[in-house]
C-alpha cells in the first residue's frame, strides 16, 4: 500500500550526499530521523504506514524543500488506486488536445510534464523566450534532459540567463521550487534519474538546487513574475507566469500562460506572431516504472 511512497523515500535518501561525498545508508537515515535502520528499511518495502512525525523526521533529514514535504505528505496516504489501460491511441488524442489549446490561446503558452519536461509551446511563447526546437535539439550530447524546463533556465548556451537579466536568480529559484514539487512522485523512476544526471552538469542547476532548500517565507510557488528585455526590440517586458496543474491518467501536465502586467507587455504579445501555432518538443507521455 506505501510502495510508491518507499521507493522515493530510498531515491531521496541516496541523493543525501555524506561528508565523502556518498550516499546516504539506510543506518545514517536512521540515526538523522532518529527512527531506527529497521523503520527506514520497512519504509523503503513499503512495508510502514508513514504516519505524519515520520514524514515531518524524513523531510527534514532529507533536506527537501517546503513544498516538497507537502507532496511527500501526500505520497504517504497511500498508493493511488490501479487505474484501467486507456483505450489504444488515447493518449495521443489527448496530445492532440493540449496542442489544439496552445494554438487557440492568444497569450504566450507552454506545456510541461511532471518530469519537468516541455512537452509543447506555441509560437508565441518560442518568440518571447527566443527558443526554438532545432535550438534545444543542436547539442547532441543532451539525450534525456533536451527539453527539459530547467536547462532552458540553467544551460548559458541558450542564453536564458543573460535575456533575464538582474531578475533572473529570484525567478530561477522559483521555477526550481516548482519543479522540485512536482516532480518528487516522480524522482523513483529511471527517466528522472537520466535527467538529474544530465542536469548536473550545469553549475547553474547545482547552485540552484541546494539553495532551494533554504527557501522559506515565499508564498505558493505557482506565480512567477517575469521582468527582462525584448528579445529582439528591446522593449522592457513585465508579465505573470501562472501554471496550472492537470491530472492525465499518464502523469501531471502543467499549462503554464504568460500574463501581461501592462498595457506596453500587452501589446508586445499580440506583435509576437500573426499566427500562433502549437510546437511539439518532447515525447509524452513517457513509459513509467
Known amino acids: 500500500m506505501y510502495k510508491s511512497f518507499g521507493r522515493v523515500a530510498a531515491v531521496l535518501r541516496a541523493e543525501r550526499r555524506d561528508e565523502d561525498g556518498l550516499p546516504w545508508t539506510q543506518e545514517r537515515l536512521g540515526e538523522a530521523t532518529g527512527l531506527g535502520v529497521h523503520i527506514i528499511q520497512k519504509i523503503e518495502q513499503g512495508k510502514r504506514a508513514p504516519d505524519p512525525d515520520l514524514v515531518a523526521r524524513l523531510g527534514v533529514a532529507l533536506q527537501l524543500t517546503l513544498w516538497e514535504r507537502r507532496e511527500l505528505a501526500v505520497l504517504a496516504l497511500g498508493d493511488p488506486p490501479t487505474r484501467p489501460p486507456a483505450e489504444p491511441g488515447a493518449g495521443e488524442r489527448e496530445r492532440r488536445r493540449q496542442l489544439d489549446l496552445l494554438a487557440s490561446l492568444s497569450l504566450p503558452a507552454f506545456l510541461y510534464d511532471d518530469f519537468g519536461d516541455l512537452v509543447a509551446a506555441n509560437t508565441r511563447a518560442t518568440w518571447l523566450v527566443g527558443l526554438s526546437r532545432e535550438t534545444l535539439e543542436a ?4 539525450r534525456h534532459a533536451r ?4 536547462r532552458v533556465v540553467c ?9 533575464s537579466g538582474a531578475g533572473w536568480k529570484q525567478t530561477a529559484l522559483r521555477q526550481i521550487l516548482f519543479f522540485r514539487r512536482v516532480s518528487l512522485k516522480r524522482r523513483a523512476e529511471p527517466a528522472m534519474a537520466d535527467r538529474l544526471q544530465e542536469l548536473r552538469r550545469l553549475p547553474q542547476f547545482r547552485r540552484l538546487w541546494d539553495e532551494a532548500i533554504h527557501v522559506s517565507g515565499w508564498p505558493e510557488p505557482g506565480l512567477i513574475e517575469y521582468a527582462h528585455a525584448h528579445p529582439v526590440t528591446g522593449q522592457p517586458l513585465r508579465y505573470l507566469g501562472a501554471p496550472t496543474v492537470q491530472p492525465t491518467p499518464w502523469g501531471e501536465l502543467v499549462l503554464g500562460m504568460f500574463v501581461p502586467l501592462e498595457a506596453a507587455t500587452a501589446a508586445a504579445f499580440a506583435d509576437l506572431v500573426r499566427e500562433n501555432e502549437a510546437v511539439r518538443l518532447a515525447d509524452w507521455s513517457k513509459p513509467v516504472d
Open 139 to 142: 547539442d547532441a550530447s543532451w
Open 147 to 150: 527539453f527539459h524546463t530547467m
Open 155 to 163: 544551460d548559458p548556451v541558450l542564453g536564458y540567463a543573460s535575456r
